[in-house]
């Protein structure tokens, strides 16, 4: 059974940091790309970084270019987003995705086929 839980959400000041974890389960987890999306109250859900399996390879949104950091530790199967100088716009419910084989870094959420249950990250102004 494929899982992915998500931690590290809250509330935090304009400016500040987080690190988000997702832990998961399931698959042989290098062998697949990661990603990271996001859903902003009456927003759809959008791309923010994904990862290939060996951790080489990052894309990242252009609107958290410089900001928000992927990684992943294949040993402790996680992967981690490190999210810096938060804005008021980056409140959402961040999610992390296992991609689809053969999708390292997609961008796309159709290409991606498990889901976690999300973490709520809140940026006060």
């Known amino acids: 059974q494929v899982q992915l839980v998500e931690s590290g959400g809250g509330l935090v000041q304009a400016g500040g940091s987080l690190r988000l974890s997702c832990a998961a389960s399931g698959r042989t987890f290098s062998t697949y790309g990661m990603g990271w999306f996001r859903q902003a109250q009456g927003k759809e859900r959008e791309f923010v970084a994904a990862i290939s399996g060996s951790g080489s390879t990052t894309r990242y949104a252009d609107s958290v270019k410089g900001r928000f950091t992927i990684s992943r530790d294949n040993t402790k199967n996680m992967v981690y987003l490190q999210i810096n100088s938060l804005k008021a716009e980056d409140t959402a419910v961040y999610y992390c995705?296992?991609?689809?084989?053969?999708?390292?870094?997609?961008?796309?959420?159709?290409?991606?086929?498990?889901w976690g249950q999300g973490t709520q990250v809140t940026v006060s102004s």
């Open positions: 995705a296992f991609a689809a084989l053969g999708f390292a870094t997609a961008s796309n959420s159709r290409r991606y086929d498990y």
